[in-house]
């Protein structure tokens, strides 16, 4: 299934980056997603592509 991209605001700063990440992550885990794993991330052809390694970490809240 593929989807637009569902973020819509910019990322300019590490905070910015961050806060995407963490807000994307809790939707997933609230919908019982397990991103606790290497996750291949392909772009256009004018970006590179990317491996993200998602590990929850001991002792995390929640």
Known sequence: MT???PYQ???TTDAEFQ??????LQR???NDLTVGRP?????SDSGPDWE???VELD???G
Request: charged share 20%; hydrophobic share 45%.
């Open 3 to 5: 989807r637009d991209n």
């Open 9 to 11: 605001g910019d990322v």
């Open 19 to 24: 806060a995407a990440l963490t807000a994307l």
């Open 28 to 30: 997933a885990h609230d």
């Open 39 to 43: 996750w291949l991330c392909r772009t």
């Open 52 to 54: 993200a390694t998602i």
């Open 59 to 61: 002792g995390a809240p």
